[in-house]
């Protein structure tokens, strides 16, 4: 499984942007980029995924790298309840399993 | 409440007894996963079923462990003979299909092994 580096922690003030970076550089051509968070005490969250083109919902914005070998997610405007733990994953289109690594964990100050 | 639901949340055991954890997945899924979480870590996987097959398991998934969705909707996932290392929360999730992308977690069961 290809491999994603997250810094181990990062800090954000309430109502202020926060770009979480991941880097993936051996990802595959058809690999999909995957974010999902953990709040304390829960089970992980999906955030969002993309495979090529920049992505966006209702919790986040997706900007993937022309070449693919880095993202960044996007929180517009962050709020105590994104404090959490944000994973960054690669998914091989047919693999079934998601491969978690450490993540960052997100401190939002008020 | 329609999510993904898991008892027990929590379970105390101790060394050498057998625990048991139930998963019973959004109704219309057809896909269920079982992880483990030990304290820091980022979930690991552990099985995977398509309806009642048993498609997939990690090599993380000992003799002592065993996994079944026998009609295909609620799943268990049963510990033997349990050790200290066992100790971690259990997570079930389920999805739809793979191309959704999405997978729905519960909030875990968390075992603690005396």
């Known amino acids: 499984d290809a491999k994603t580096t997250q810094p181990n922690s990062m800090e954000s003030n309430e109502e202020e942007p926060v770009h979480l970076p991941c880097n993936h550089s051996t990802i595959s051509g058809t690999d999909y980029i995957h974010w999902y968070r953990q709040l304390p005490s829960q089970g992980p969250e999906y955030v969002i995924h993309?495979?090529?083109s920049n992505v966006n919902n209702r919790m986040a914005s997706l900007a993937i790298a022309e070449d693919r070998k880095s993202s960044t997610l996007i929180l517009h405007r962050a709020t105590l309840r994104d404090a959490a733990v944000y994973y960054c994953i690669l998914r091989a289109p047919r693999s079934e399993k998601l491969v978690f690594g450490k993540g960052t964990k997100l401190t939002v100050n008020p | 409440d329609t999510g993904v639901s898991q008892n027990p949340r929590h379970k105390i055991t101790k060394r050498g007894q057998n625990v048991t954890f139930r998963c019973d997945p959004i109704?219309?899924?057809?896909?269920l996963y079982w992880y483990r979480q030990t304290l820091g870590q980022g979930p690991e996987f552990l099985t995977y079923f398509q309806n009642e097959a048993q498609l997939e398991k990690s090599r993380l998934l000992s003799d002592r462990f065993s996994a079944e969705r026998p009609k295909g909707s609620f799943s268990t996932l049963e510990i033997q003979r349990t050790e200290q290392g066992d100790s971690a929360m259990y997570l079930c999730?389920?999805?739809?299909?793979?191309?959704?992308?999405?997978?729905?977690f519960g909030e875990g069961s968390r075992l603690t092994v005396l």
């Open positions: 109704s219309e899924h057809n896909r």
């Open positions: 993309g495979l090529t």
């Open positions: 999730a389920s999805s739809l299909e793979l191309s959704t992308g999405e997978l729905f």
